[in-house]
């Protein structure tokens, strides 16, 4: 047998052997830097979903006084880099990537009726699944979080000015091409 024939076949076998080694090094030090992806995010549905809580919580809380200016609009807001990459962008977000929230208040809200309200919005939010997260946000007032699409929901009441409030927050994800937060109809909001 001739041993350089003998040999090819191992120093094949190496070759590619360091060539996926290398890809492999490549593709890690690519997740490392970049972090993993955002989720893509369609949000109209976002806002859906937001305002929808939203006038839940409106409807729960029968909160005296009406709806006289409780309107509002779903905001968004900015989310970092991930992985390594975020050392290099501290001081900016990501400009295809945003977090989306919607928030309201009354003011002069007795205290009795606040307890009411906010007691009847945790019994629907843990009946439909929310987990709490944490409680005692402001005076009176607590955060429960969906465990399918991680959409948090804040109810607070602050003593100082008997303000209830609510605030619906969903996490970052990644924009679809040419979506604009300054023209976009279906961030208004307004109690029914």
């Known amino acids: 047998m001739n041993p350089v024939v003998r040999s090819r076949p191992g120093r094949v076998l190496r070759r590619c052997l ?4 290398a890809v492999g090094l490549i593709l890690a030090g690519f997740s490392v830097w970049n972090g993993p992806p955002y989720p893509a995010a369609d949000p109209d549905a976002v806002a859906g979903r937001l305002k929808a809580e939203a ?7 029968a909160l005296p006084g009406g709806a006289d200016g409780v309107g509002s609009r779903v905001e968004t807001g900015s989310c970092s880099y991930r992985g390594l990459r975020g050392f290099a962008h501290i001081d900016s977000g990501r400009p295809d990537v945003r977090s989306f929230g919607l928030s309201w208040s009354v003011t002069d809200v007795p205290e009795a009726a606040a307890r009411a309200a906010q007691a009847r919005t945790r019994l629907r939010l843990e009946r439909d699944g ?4 944490s409680e005692n946000i402001s005076d009176l007032g607590f955060r429960f979080e969906h465990p399918g699409t991680g959409d948090k929901v ?3 009441w602050y003593e100082p000015t008997g303000t209830f409030a ?3 927050h969903a996490p970052c994800g990644k924009l679809p091409d040419g979506f604009s937060e300054y023209d976009w109809p279906t961030a208004a909001w307004a109690p029914r």
């Open 55 to 61: 006038q839940r919580v409106y409807d729960e809380a």
């Open 166 to 168: 609510l605030s619906t």
């Open 154 to 156: 804040d109810v607070d």
């Open 130 to 133: 929310w987990k709490l997260v």
């Open 18 to 21: 360091y060539g996926l080694i």
